[in-house]
């Protein structure tokens, strides 16, 4: 068990933070904004496709996707394919939505990786720049998966085939995976600090990739839902996809030891009063080294004159008459051993009117420190109200994909033809819609709390 210590604590970290960070709302965000950027994507392949392609092209996408779209559905595709005068708009829209879903997606990604290592968002520059350094990684990485897959498909491998391909996929998902995190967490990192997540990534894809062909293969209900199952399927698909990759940065963020204090949680040492005691001791030492320099200074300040320059200290007993070579019944004013008693009665009188005042002033200090108890239920107060707003707030990624994801099913569903691709256009510029929802449920939300603002006020006066 003493070896798995430090293991158990480093997971436990990893779960911690996980949680402070929200993850499964950060992904839930990046999942939509991957949904949406894949649609423009989808239409600029298209485009491309069927004047690159020709005929051939266009037979291979309606042959793939007929079965799943209504008599209807295949028609408006074939118009939209074979039509020769919409493709040259249909790639100038489809280039420009694109471009904005994949900023979208790419300041997802960076606010997500911020939240994780606890950075400030990057500017505008700054994320394009990012943006283009890892789509750039990403589509060098999917051209070397297509190309790998093709040149194992073509080699006679024989039994080996299958590991060599998945070994090849698993080298072939690092390189992809490995800029994302190099480049997102918005600070200075080490190579090596990126390996982690790294690896954790390309497995996890490579793990999701197999279960999500187990469950297509297996799910003899997945064909009857059409495109909607699809749909669902893909959004699911790319949830977890990106749960995966921020679960990867929270891994490389905790072993770099590079979490925030504020997401990882208040610190896990036993309170003691080493603290108190120590500041016990320095405020003791500060008297004592108040009141010796204080009296050294009393003490110097009148000029030494040659009578004095034997003596050690004011008040402390000069050499006796017999030491100094006087003698004692000598009728002589023995009085170069010692001050006037009127001097030390002063400095006596100024060191009493010190102590007074430092006393005074440690009586200030402790009227003006806080209750410790009263600074515990404030937090714990402040703590509540904030975790309440958290989870009000978190819910906004997956309204806005539940949204999304309704509104395009129902284009798809109950429009045809230019209708319904002027309506997916709307849904994705379209802000204003977003906004005006998320703030009706951000009012909703906030009158469904008001009773425990109510609570919270009540215990603050009665406190």
Request: net charge negative.
């Given at each position: ?9 480093r997971l436990r970290t990893i779960v911690e933070t996980a949680q402070s960070a929200g993850i499964t709302f950060l992904a839930a965000g990046v999942a ?294 006087i003698d004692a019944d000598s009728d002589e004013d023995v009085t170069t051993g010692t001050a006037p008693r009127s001097e030390v009665q002063r400095l ?116």
């Amino acid at each position: 068990m003493g070896q798995l210590a430090p293991t158990l604590d480093r997971l436990r970290t990893i779960v911690e933070t996980a949680q402070s960070a929200g993850i499964t709302f950060l992904a839930a965000g990046v999942a939509y904004y991957a949904f949406v950027s894949l649609i423009p994507l989808t239409i600029l392949t298209l485009a491309i496709g069927s004047v690159m392609g020709g005929e051939v092209f266009e037979g291979q996408i309606i042959e793939f996707v007929g079965e799943f779209l209504t008599p209807e559905a295949q028609e408006t595709l074939v118009e939209a394919l074979t039509a020769q005068a919409g493709r040259g708009g249909a790639t100038v829209v489809g280039s420009l939505v694109l471009f904005w879903s994949a900023l979208r997606l790419f300041r997802g990604l960076d606010r997500a990786f911020s939240q994780v290592y606890g950075t400030s968002y990057s500017s505008l520059v700054s994320e394009l720049l990012t943006g283009a350094a890892v789509l750039a990684s990403i589509v060098i990485g999917v051209a070397a998966v297509t190309i790998v897959g093709t040149a194992i498909g073509r080699l006679p491998l024989g039994p080996f085939g299958a590991e060599i391909a998945t070994a090849l996929l698993l080298v072939t998902l690092l390189v992809v995976f490995f800029p994302l995190y190099f480049v997102m967490p918005g600070m200075t990192i080490a190579p090596q600090e990126a390996v982690p997540g790294t690896v954790v990534a390309a497995i996890g894809w490579m793990l999701l990739g197999q279960g999500f062909q187990l469950y297509t293969a297996y799910a003899a209900d997945f064909a009857a839902y059409g495109i909607l199952g699809g749909v669902l399927l893909l959004l699911t698909w790319l949830y977890f996809g990106a749960l995966i990759v921020m679960v990867g940065a929270v891994i490389n963020a905790v072993m770099a030891e590079d979490v925030v204090e504020e997401l990882v949680g208040p610190d896990k040492r036993q309170p003691d009063n080493r603290e108190e005691t120590a500041t016990g001791q320095d405020r003791q030492l500060q008297r004592d080294g108040v009141r010796r320099d204080t009296q050294l200074e009393a003490m110097t300040d009148d000029e030494p004159t040659e009578d004095d320059e034997e003596d050690r200290g004011v008040g402390m007993a000069g050499p006796g008459p017999e030491e100094a070579g006087i003698d004692a019944d000598s009728d002589e004013d023995v009085t170069t051993g010692t001050a006037p008693r009127s001097e030390v009665q002063r400095l006596n009188r100024e060191l009493a009117e010190l102590r007074e005042q430092l006393d005074e002033f440690e009586d200030d200090i402790e009227d003006r420190t806080v209750d410790r108890d009263s600074v515990e239920n404030d937090l714990k107060r402040y703590v509540r109200r904030r975790i309440r707003r958290g989870h009000a707030r978190g819910w906004g990624p997956y309204l806005v994909l539940l949204y999304g994801t309704a509104m395009t099913i129902g284009a798809f569903v109950y429009l045809d033809g230019g209708w319904a691709i002027l309506a997916m256009l709307v849904l994705w510029l379209s802000t204003l819609g977003l906004y005006v929802l998320m703030m009706l449920v951000t009012t909703t939300l906030n009158v469904l709390g008001i009773p425990g603002r109510l609570r919270n006020a009540i215990g603050d006066w009665r406190s």
